[in-house]
């Protein structure tokens, strides 16, 4: 999420200190070293300055802003393909302590945590480099660059407005540029989630729900007996309490603590004309309301450190959602009350948690499973055997556990 303080960036252009505001979704600070670029700075020339880490403030053409973008993506990919046959070739010259082949010792079960960790630092990296590629837009989100499109809109959904009285601009990178504009089509056309009949419209900042095959675990599983009341704590864009009030709950409760999140589950809930769900701004669960007779939650499935708003979906640092959600639900739960947690088993695969981990923390919260629906992932990187983490993709099983007081 953007910093709630005003940060600014200065360079010197026609021997004038310019500045503007710095707006970065990843919370990159204002970069010490920016230079000009434009159509004429070769791709071989800009990779350079950017892993040394030199931002590029670009004053070309729009498209060919886009072009170099691309060519530093593939500059990227051919540096860290020759490091990787580097290491295979280093492992393969090692003295052999057992028959297995290089390739297969780099998959060993063990290091598939330290091959997680490198995947996202090789990411993290790789992030860096393409966000010090900059563009100025002025008051209104308008860029003067040649054939540069209108992105007013789109910028003012995702960024909010720019102070006009004091005639400020902003600086920032061409990839957030582009997620703004991305999240402005997807805002416009909606995701289709087919077994509810329903579109969701993500905004900026939010976690689409494009991978979704956990919704047919929430329609299949029976509702308590008593379903007056029901908690979705991190609703996000809303889909699970969508679902709870299609399916017949009498008053949803969601929460979440990002503003963007919102307005994103009130502008969906609006859509579908939900009377019965309201919204509260909370760390979790909400105040002043009912005990529950259902709680669900989809929290991150990985304990890692997010880096941006929208792994704040993907990432928890130490579980720490996923602890306070467990530790807080048994007061909040009505007798007899129900707990739908859905969960990737994906961290255990990758070595990160343990199931062992997971039954303690629902037996040292109060909890035991009273039954648990599966279904298997249908996204594309579980079938690209392509990918470092194929092992552990490939045998991801999402699990919708019911919990229940003990």
């Known amino acids: 999420m953007l910093a709630t303080q005003k940060q600014y960036v200065q360079w010197f252009e026609n021997e004038t200190l310019r500045h503007a505001r710095w707006l970065s979704e990843s919370n990159h600070l204002p970069p010490a070293r920016i230079v000009l670029v434009d159509d004429k700075t070769t791709a071989d020339e800009a990779y350079r300055l950017a892993c040394e880490g030199t931002s590029l403030l670009w004053r070309g053409d729009f498209h060919n802003a886009k072009q170099l973008l691309q060519a530093l993506k593939r500059r990227i990919e051919r540096t860290n393909e020759r490091s990787e046959q580097r290491k295979i070739k280093k492992a393969a010259n090692k003295p052999a302590k057992s028959n297995k082949t290089a390739a297969e010792s780099s998959e060993t079960p063990k290091d598939i945590p330290n091959l997680f960790h490198q995947q996202r630092q090789i990411q993290a990296q790789r992030s860096r480099i393409l966000s010090r590629l900059l563009l100025e837009l002025d008051t209104d989100y308008v860029s003067h660059l040649r054939r540069a499109p209108d992105v007013s809109t789109a910028c003012t959904a995702a960024f909010g407005q720019?102070?006009?009285a004091a005639d400020e601009s902003c600086v920032l990178s061409f990839r957030d540029l582009q997620g703004a504009l991305g999240a402005a089509q997807w805002r416009e056309k909606g995701v289709s989630i087919e077994s509810l009949g329903v579109s969701i419209y993500p905004h900026y900042g939010v976690f689409a729900p494009t991978r979704h095959e956990y919704v047919q675990l929430l329609l299949d599983a029976p509702l308590p007996t008593v379903n007056n009341v029901a908690y979705d704590i991190g609703t996000g864009t809303g889909l699970l309490a969508i679902i709870l009030a299609q399916r017949g709950v009498k008053q949803v409760v969601a929460t979440d603590l990002n503003p963007r999140a919102l307005a994103?589950?009130?502008?969906?809930?609006?859509?579908?004309?939900?009377?019965?769900?309201q919204l509260q701004q909370a760390d979790l669960y909400p105040t002043d309301a009912p005990l529950a007779n259902l709680i669900v939650c989809n929290p991150p499935w990985l304990p890692a450190k997010p880096s941006s708003s929208l792994e704040y979906a993907v990432y928890d640092a130490n579980s720490t959602m996923l602890l306070g959600f467990l530790q807080g639900a048994k007061q909040h739960l009505?007798?007899?009350g129900e707990i739908w947690l859905i969960l990737s088993d994906l961290a255990e695969h990758l070595q990160l948690r343990t199931r062992e981990e997971l039954l303690d923390w629902f037996a040292n919260a109060g909890l035991a499973v009273k039954y648990r629906l599966d279904t298997k992932p249908k996204h594309g990187r579980s079938q690209d055997d392509?990918?470092?983490?194929f092992a552990a993709r490939s045998a991801e099983v999402t699990s919708l556990w019911c919990l229940q007081r003990v």
């Open 162 to 164: 720019l102070d006009k």
């Open 264 to 277: 994103c589950a009130s502008e969906n809930f609006t859509r579908l004309e939900l009377a019965n769900v």
């Open 334 to 336: 009505a007798e007899q």
């Open 386 to 389: 392509t990918d470092p983490l």
